[in-house]
């Protein structure tokens, strides 16, 4: 935890040494980590065995794995979570209400108001390079998981 003061003197001096200007360096980062959520989004929207909530706005992509229900979406979750750990693909979980998914979740019964999902933080510029690669940890993650079920 920063000091009082802390975050202020933290951002002055990120501001410093990356300024904030179109088209400069903090901005093309941002840019990167974006192009590269939208590579991920793209690939888990086509996935048929992931449901995205909506297209990521900067570097975060939200997605679960598709399941008969929310609770055990929300267990395969965790489990995905797990599994990817082990492959030194570090994602992060999160409890969203249902509500955020609407539509997204097509069949999957609504069994509690809450599901626990998978987030992605592509915050470095060089994520948009690692793509293919993250996507490749994530699959194997996942096959490992959903495979094991059926």
């Known amino acids: 935890m920063l000091p009082a003061g802390g975050a202020a003197a933290a951002l002055w001096a990120t501001q410093r040494l990356l300024p904030l200007k179109k088209g400069g360096e903090f ?8 192009k590269a959520a939208l590579a991920l989004f793209e690939k888990l929207r086509a996935d048929a065995r992931f449901a995205t909530v909506f297209a990521p706005e900067l570097d975060i992509v939200v997605f679960a794995p598709k399941s008969a229900s929310v609770s055990e979406a929300s267990v395969l979750s965790r489990r995905i979570f ?6 030194d693909l570090h994602l992060a979980v999160a409890d969203l209400p249902i509500q955020f998914w609407k539509e997204n979740l097509g069949a999957i019964r609504r ?3 809450t599901i626990t999902c998978l987030r992605s933080v592509l915050m470095k510029p060089e994520h948009f390079d690692w ?3 993250i996507w490749d940890l994530l699959s ?3 096959d490992e998981i959903l495979c094991a079920r059926d």
């Not at 901005?27 to 974006?34: P, S």
């Not at 797990?82 to 492959?87: M, T």
């Open 27 to 34: 901005a093309r980062g941002l840019e990167r980590g974006r």
């Open 82 to 87: 797990e599994a990817a750990a082990r492959r």
């Open 111 to 113: 069994d509690r108001e």
């Open 131 to 133: 793509v293919d690669r």
């Open 140 to 142: 194997s993650s996942a």
